[in-house]
């Protein structure tokens, strides 16, 4: 039982357009929302996250929207650059900071210049 | 300041060895968690310690432990390997803080092979 899905497993997008990564969350005790970028031989890195009481939070090119009737967030990159082609990992988290991180499956995105 | 390192990157095993993977956590971060990524399968929860207790436990046989040191220090241990625990391993460090989510910064991981 999934609580944490990426319906899409590969992504690709033009350089300088938008990039749109999607994921979907069963468990309505999630509180929190990350997002984490992984380069192959590397471990993921942090990018961006979400508290479900905003609906969107914005830093530089990446922006997370959360819809929480729909159980739904997503990334957006805004222009997509060549260096952002990597996997990315959606994650939520219950209230407390005690709680383990639940990981979906990732995208993995490809920026083609 | 040094982010996590976990030791070896790479190991190769035979089934029914058992294998102890190290983790070093970032300075002053007192939680470690623990994660397996196969391929298309993500990153799952093995388990996170604490103040050298663990906190969480992930869906994962008995034959993966860990243990955490009083330096924070972490190693998970996985015994009688079977075909399938072939992955990555990777130790993941936070604060924690107690009202509200904590980041957790990753290590490189340590990519396990079992023949």
């Known amino acids: 039982d999934q609580q944490v899905k990426q319906n899409s497993p590969s992504l690709s997008v033009q350089e300088g357009r938008i990039s749109i990564l999607n994921c979907d969350y069963t468990n309505s005790m999630f509180d929190y929302f990350l997002w984490y970028k992984k380069y192959p031989a590397e471990g993921p890195t942090f990018l961006i996250s979400?508290?479900?009481?905003?609906d969107k939070n914005e830093d530089g090119r990446f922006t997370v929207f959360l819809n929480k009737s729909a159980k739904h967030l997503s990334l957006h990159i805004v222009p997509s650059q060549p260096g952002d082609s990597a996997v990315y990992f959606c994650?939520?988290?219950?209230?407390?900071?005690?709680?383990?991180?639940?990981f979906g499956k990732g995208t993995r995105l490809s920026v083609i210049a | 300041k040094a982010g996590v390192t976990q030791t070896p990157r790479y190991l190769i095993k035979t089934r029914g060895q058992q294998v102890t993977l190290s983790c070093s956590p970032i300075s002053g971060h007192r939680s470690v968690s623990w994660y397996q990524q196969t391929p298309g399968q993500g990153l799952q929860f093995l388990f996170e310690?604490?103040?050298?207790?663990?906190?969480n436990k992930g869906n994962f046989p008995g034959r993966f432990s860990g243990r955490q040191f009083s330096n924070s220090r972490s190693e998970m241990n996985v015994s009688t390997l079977e075909l399938g625990d072939s992955a990555l391993y990777l130790c993941?460090?936070?604060?924690?803080?107690?009202?509200?989510?904590?980041?957790?910064?990753f290590g490189p991981g340590t990519r396990l092979t079992v023949l």
């Open positions: 993941a460090s936070s604060l924690p803080r107690q009202a509200s989510y904590n980041e957790q910064f």
């Open positions: 310690y604490f103040s050298e207790t663990q906190r």
């Open positions: 994650a939520a988290s219950g209230v407390s900071g005690n709680t383990p991180l639940v």
């Open positions: 979400i508290s479900s009481i905003k």
